[in-house]
């Protein structure tokens, strides 16, 4: 796993134990390595694909939000893991609070810092 705020790897084996952990300095001289190798999300392991991709419009919002994880081998795809039905849904809702509630926090902060301080300046 490449954790990317970070910059750290970690090596688990399949047991889920850590088994080893480094530190990677972002320079220019490893950017082709991180983005073209840490951060891709197809990985080729002897004849299997592995392949993150997002499973809809909300996963999309933010670069590396992905919900499936799919194995190709032979032709055939298999999804191994998808996140939650629930989470999916959770993540809907808090989407469309902020689309929803923001523009209406926003118009009342400049109501309440702009507008009514230049209205009780005009009836002074």
Known sequence: ????????????NKNGIVTGTAFVKYTTENDDYLR??????????????????SGGYFDTLRDGNYTQLIVTENGNETVIYAVPESVLQGRQII???????????GTLIIYKAVIEPNKNKETQ
Do not use: D, H
Not at 1 to 12: D, E, L, P, T, V
Not at 95 to 105: C, G, T, Y
């Open 95 to 105: 989407a469309w609070l902020f689309v929803i509630l923001f523009p209406i926090l």
């Open 36 to 53: 073209n190798t840490l951060q891709s999300t197809v990985r080729i392991v002897g004849e299997k694909e592995y392949k993150i991709k």
């Open 1 to 12: 796993m490449y954790f990317i705020r970070g910059n750290n790897i970690i090596s688990i």
